[in-house]
């Protein structure tokens, strides 16, 4: 017997109104049950005063599992394995109920317990279900909620990083992506290129997670809904701020690719310039050096030319001899003292 059940005395059955509210209460024979089977994992099949009862658990929901209209949850499946290994078939428990006894499905409503566990809570210790208020059956709430924050302080099951399904793992992932996005200038367009797509694969990663997220609809998703517009709510909406965020430096780094495209396209037209300046350069000079060198061979060959017009024909290149002064002879008649005959010029004579 649980040690918290106040359970009035055996085969009283009654309901007492408080406030306009039904309260109902219980006697010996459906205050203990039976476990047949496990259904998922907050709802047990059990049998009650003789008769095959649905029980559902009050005040903890856990992932999907067995609704043919919803979606499998994350850690659904862990739930009710968890909740087959605490209940094993033919287990005697102890049951408490609150204000409503049936749920619209027929299902009846109550805290488990199994020995001195309370079931409910044990399950939301696990990080398998969330606390969940089904007014005006909150008895069970707070021992739930407090189980519950339990498992969000170890990070277990639905709140477990390291699995990959749960929301804050998922979080992590986009948060992950987001950070690792370069918010410094680029210094060359490779890089900004690389920031560019740095950015775009973070925001992709990061509505990825968002749209996922943002699936889970409280008609198909409850316990994922209820943590998304719950305890992760505000997680939720700083991602799209720094989805955002990441977008506007996606921006900054295409802004600045196209400024760094700009100054590559004019140095490489000042480049251009510079080389057909020097190119020009160089084939004026060589054209200046040509034309005086063409100058330089005329003038020598004008130079040329006028020295063999005034110089002396190659025959009497030699200089000439100045005659030789010929000197009279000495005559022969120096003896002769007869009339003389000179010979023109007066130089010469013989004997007349």
Known sequence: MSKRAGWISAGVIASLVAGGAVYATTSNSDSHGTVIRVVDGDTVDLEIAGEQTRVRLLNIDTPETVDPDKAVECM????T???????KPGEKVDL?????RE???GRTLAGVYKDDVFV????A???LGVAMKYEPNVKFYDEVLAAEQKAVDAGEGLFDPSVECTIPAQLDEADTALSEVSSLPADSIEEAESFMGEAAAAVGVGLAVKSALNKAKSATHPVTHALMSGRYASDIS???TRIDDIKQLEAFHKEQRAELVEQEKQRKEAERKKKEAEAKAKKEAEAAAQRAAEQQAAAKAAQKAQQKRYSAPKSYSKPRTQPKKSTPKKSSYSNYTGPRCYAP???????C
């Open 103 to 105: 749920d619209r499905y």
């Open 96 to 100: 408490e109920y609150d204000i409503e």
């Open 76 to 79: 659904g499946p862990e739930a």
């Open 120 to 123: 409910n809570s044990a399950i």
């Open 81 to 87: 394995d968890y909740l087959e290994r605490l209940l």
């Open 238 to 240: 700083r991602l799209s």
């Open 125 to 127: 210790a696990a990080g």
């Open 345 to 351: 010029g007066g130089k010469t004579w013989k004997p």
